[in-house]
């Protein structure tokens, strides 16, 4: 038997491939965009911090989480901002 993988290296270890796995898709697509790498990232990030939540109790690093979290949100808002923009000025 082998070494039990503890939940946060189960986490980190699912995202690693969950980028992975994007990147090679915007590689073979040949359309790197930094924007849609960074919104996917997000989507994967909520959804591994929905599946670590632990209702009695509350590990560090999913403490930690809230604050990755709530970047992201403050840098997806910055990207629809920045993309309502480019489309209200296509329109003029």
């Given at each position: 038997m082998g070494i039990p993988m503890r939940r946060q290296q189960v986490v980190i270890i699912a995202l690693a491939v969950w980028l992975?796995?994007?990147c090679m898709y915007m590689v073979l697509a040949m359309q790197v965009d930094f924007e849609i790498l960074f919104i996917l990232y997000f989507i994967g990030v909520i959804v591994l911090s929905y599946f670590i939540e632990s209702d009695y109790v509350s590990p560090y690093y999913q403490r930690n989480i809230w604050f990755?979290?709530?970047?992201?949100?403050v840098?997806?808002?910055v990207i629809v901002a920045g993309k309502i923009?480019?489309?209200?000025?296509?329109?003029q």
């Open positions: 992975m796995i994007v990755i979290l709530a970047a992201g949100v840098i997806f808002g923009l480019e489309i209200l000025g296509h329109l």
